[in-house]
């Protein structure tokens, strides 16, 4: 089947299913795991989704972003997940494409990890403007979250471990169903 009139970078109507579905993994995800404190796939499936599909990622992340203020309330907490999760997306576009495949495991488990460490710091901005907070005031806050940020980065590390085989995985599906 010959494509014709396609933008490079447009979306079709296959990608815009996967990246549905993509996206309800990742809602899904969130929700069950939401018991554990600060242990959740979000990470290790944004660095996947960007390792697989680069700058189209962005679709089932705001996707998700978007389900997560539709169904848990657009509130203060949601505002900075509008960047967070772009901050990881940005980060895994700058990596090398082609990393050998152990290379690959530690840079995007280190990736992950680094993430959840920061998650505090990378929340504070949002929080300190929406409540008013001086410079003491954010980084008192920065330091009472410590140990959630140390639960978060050390699942984290764990978890990327999973991006090498499942963008392994999700490529090799998605070059079938886009034929």
Request: proline share 4%; with cysteine.
């Amino acid at each position: 089947m010959k494509r014709k009139n396609v933008r490079h970078g447009s979306v079709n109507v296959r990608e815009m299913c996967i990246f549905a579905m993509l996206s309800a993994v990742m809602f899904a995800s969130k929700v069950i795991m939401e018991a554990l404190p600060n242990i959740h796939l979000l990470g290790m499936l944004t660095v996947t989704y960007t390792v697989v599909y680069r700058k189209k990622a962005l679709i089932p992340i705001y996707v998700y972003v978007m389900l997560n203020g539709l169904f848990a309330g657009f509130n203060f907490w949601w505002i900075p997940y509008t960047y967070i999760w772009t901050i990881l997306w940005g980060v895994t576009m700058i990596l090398p494409r082609r990393m050998p495949k152990r290379v690959a495991y530690v840079v995007y488990s280190v990736v992950c990890a680094i993430h959840g460490f920061l998650y505090g710091v990378l929340y504070a901005p949002a929080q300190a403007l929406m409540f008013g907070l001086n410079f003491e005031q954010t980084v008192a806050w920065i330091i009472s979250g410590i140990p959630f940020d140390l639960i978060h980065g050390f699942s984290n590390l764990g978890l990327g471990l999973l991006v090498v085989p499942l963008a392994e995985l999700l490529s090799k599906l998605s070059r079938k169903i886009c034929k």
